[in-house]
């Protein structure tokens, strides 16, 4: 572990919290099971982005070389006709900038890039993914929410991470064992009025050429 990494500061939840890009690196220590890039939105991009009709907001889900999302998130705020400006430009430079650095910490040579709109209670059941790790970060409404199961059953303590703080989790297939028994799922909302506005990033080992 290096000096820009910090080991987790919740000894029970084994959540390293970071305050910079570069102490996230503290995901990749052993006793670490998730990480949060603790941060706020810009005022203004939230506003912003709390105000827009759920229409525009962009959806899509791509599995992408690292170096073409700038292009591929462009093409999808595009087609959902989301508003130009500067809040938009905030919200391409962060999605790229978290983008670069999932890639660069695990590293990964393609990802599979997601922005979701939820209005319902999709995935709001205690889990963990079948992969090795992902990140996710929630733009509008309420974060992830996650906690420690010791018996499979829904954890007692339920946290949420902060809209706009990115979170980082380990899967099932992560190599280090055991297997994390940190769950998390999306906040049950439907019926709320409530819209959120995701984006989930997951490491993908290996294409086929043609899928560049």
């Not at 990749?28 to 827009?52: E, K, M, S, Y």
Request: overall charge negative.
């Amino acid at each position: 572990m290096t000096s820009d990494e910090k080991a987790p500061q919740d000894a029970v939840l084994g959540v390293g919290i970071a305050d910079t890009p570069a102490e996230l690196g503290a995901f990749l220590h052993p006793g670490c099971v998730a990480a949060i890039w603790r941060r706020q939105t810009p005022r203004d991009v939230q506003i912003w982005l709390d105000g827009l009709d759920p229409q525009v907001l962009p959806q899509g889900r791509v599995t992408l070389r690292p170096h073409a999302v700038a292009d591929t998130a462009r093409h999808l705020f595009d087609e959902a006709g989301l508003p130009a400006g500067p809040e938009r430009d905030w919200l391409h430079n962060d999605v790229v900038t978290l983008a670069d650095i999932f890639s660069g910490l695990l590293p990964a040579r393609f990802l599979r890039l997601r922005l979701d709109v939820v209005t319902t209670n999709a995935c709001s059941k205690f889990h963990i993914d079948a992969i090795t790790s992902q990140l996710v970060c929630t733009y509008r409404g309420t974060g992830t929410q996650y906690g420690i199961s010791h018996d499979g059953n829904d954890p007692k303590r339920v946290f949420t991470a902060q809209t706009g703080s990115p979170i980082l989790l380990r899967g099932t297939l992560w190599p280090t064992k055991p297997v994390s028994n940190l769950l998390h799922r999306s906040p049950p909302i439907e019926g709320t009025g409530e819209t959120r506005l995701i984006l989930v990033l997951d490491p993908v080992p290996a294409l086929e050429d043609q899928s560049t």
